[in-house]
Structures are given as structure tokens and as C-alpha cells.
């Protein structure tokens, strides 16, 4: 198993621009989620997804979308970029949200200009 | 917020055993106590939980007290690959996870 997988693992954005984060899990694990971390700080919950077809908002929503069409893949988008998304991105799944141990993915490093 | 206060800094000399305490005063009933580590850059990694007994498994071993309002994390042989950020988290489920600024564990040979 490959476990969670993120791409890119570092991408430049310039103010105003969109993109998508991609992550996958070849676990079969129906929650999904997406967290920040800013220098210094501790991961903060941006989105979840309990299920294919069922997405929510975590802590810090705004400025993301995502969508969960296949149980595999949860992407994030920036719809339009700020510096002050600038920030390390990582994506984390688990069997589903009460099980008690999720595995992260490397995690993007994003530098909005 | 994160619901828990936990040191910034700690150091530990290779080898020994290394006690990582964790304040959470204001733990509900159905709330877990969690611990995760992050080695430098990388994602953070699942060490242990419990809800109010003792547990242990093959990375370390969690006290909690009876009274559920602090813990202690335990790394009982600690090596240099050990060395990380040690984040105790309080949550009933994963939509609620909180991470602090952690404990930078430092261990020295």
C-alpha cells in the first residue's frame, strides 16, 4: 500500500490564482480530511469527508472547496489565492471519523506571492 | 483552541526514558486523550489514545489520571529517532482534532 499520497509537494501560486491540491489513500478508508499548518503552529482542520459524496467544514473553510466523488481521492482547491494561504498543506484519512488512528500524507508546502 | 497546555521544549538523554506531560483540565466525559508526533517536515504520525485507563502498546505508554485532567505520555527507551514535536490532543472524533503547538522533544546522545 502506498498509504496517502500527495501532489504536488510544493507549488508557487501568484495572488489571485486557482489550484488543486491532490490526495489519494489506497486503504479503503472512508474519512478523509485536509489541515493546515502555519510556522511554529499545529495543524488546524480545514475540511472533512466522512464518505464519497459527503464533505464538510472544519475549523478554517474559508478560501477552500473540495469534493469526495470516489472514496479514494478528497482534492482541495483554492479558488483564488491569498498569502496568507501560504502555508504547509496536509491531507490524513482513517477507517472512518471515531477510528482512533489517522496516517497523514507528506503534506504540500504552498507559497502564495 | 486546543484544550490542552503542554511544555514547549523538553530534552532527554538517549536512552532514557522520556515523560511527556499533558494538562487538559477541562476534558469532558467522552473525550479521548490522543498523543501524535511530527519528525521534522513530515506528517504526523499516530502514537497512542486513551480515554481514562493506562494504555501501552509498542511506541509508548499513556498515565492519564484518575481525575482524567492530565497525562503523561512515555517513550520508556528514547532514541535520537525520536526526536520530534509531540502534540496531546482531547476529542471525542476526528472532525474535532485540535492540535496545539506541541512539545519539541529533543533527545541527546
Known amino acids: 500500500n502506498a498509504g496517502v499520497t500527495q501532489t504536488p509537494k510544493f507549488q508557487v501560486l501568484k495572488t489571485g490564482q486557482s489550484m488543486t491540491l491532490q490526495c489519494a489513500q489506497d486503504?479503503?478508508?472512508?474519512?478523509m480530511s485536509w489541515y493546515r499548518q502555519d510556522p511554529g503552529m499545529g495543524l488546524r482542520l480545514i475540511h472533512y469527508s466522512v464518505g464519497a459524496g459527503i464533505t464538510d467544514q472544519g475549523e478554517v473553510p474559508n478560501g477552500y472547496n473540495v469534493s469526495r466523488s470516489t472514496t479514494e481521492d478528497f482534492p482541495l482547491r483554492l479558488l483564488s489565492a491569498a498569502p496568507s494561504q501560504t502555508s504547509v498543506y496536509f491531507c490524513?484519512?482513517?477507517?472512518?471519523?471515531?477510528?482512533?488512528?489517522?496516517?497523514f500524507g507528506p503534506g504540500t508546502r504552498l507559497t502564495v506571492l | 483552541d486546543a484544550k490542552t497546555t503542554q511544555p514547549t521544549s523538553m530534552d532527554c538523554a538517549e536512552g532514557r526514558a522520556a515523560n511527556l506531560p499533558c494538562n487538559h483540565s477541562t476534558i469532558s466525559g467522552n473525550e479521548y486523550v490522543y498523543w501524535y508526533r511530527q519528525i521534522h517536515s513530515q506528517g504526523p504520525q499516530y502514537i497512542i489514545h486513551?480515554?481514562?485507563n493506562n494504555e501501552t502498546n509498542e511506541m509508548a505508554s499513556l498515565i492519564i489520571t484518575e481525575d482524567r485532567k492530565s497525562s503523561t505520555l512515555i517513550l520508556p527507551h528514547a532514541t535520537l529517532r525520536d526526536t520530534a514535536v509531540y502534540y496531546c490532543i482531547v476529542t471525542y472524533n476526528n472532525n474535532d482534532m485540535r492540535f496545539g503547538a506541541g512539545t519539541r522533544l529533543t533527545v541527546k546522545p
Open positions: 490524513a484519512s482513517t477507517r472512518d471519523y471515531l477510528d482512533n488512528e489517522q496516517f
Open positions: 486503504m479503503n478508508h472512508e474519512y
Open positions: 486513551g480515554l481514562k
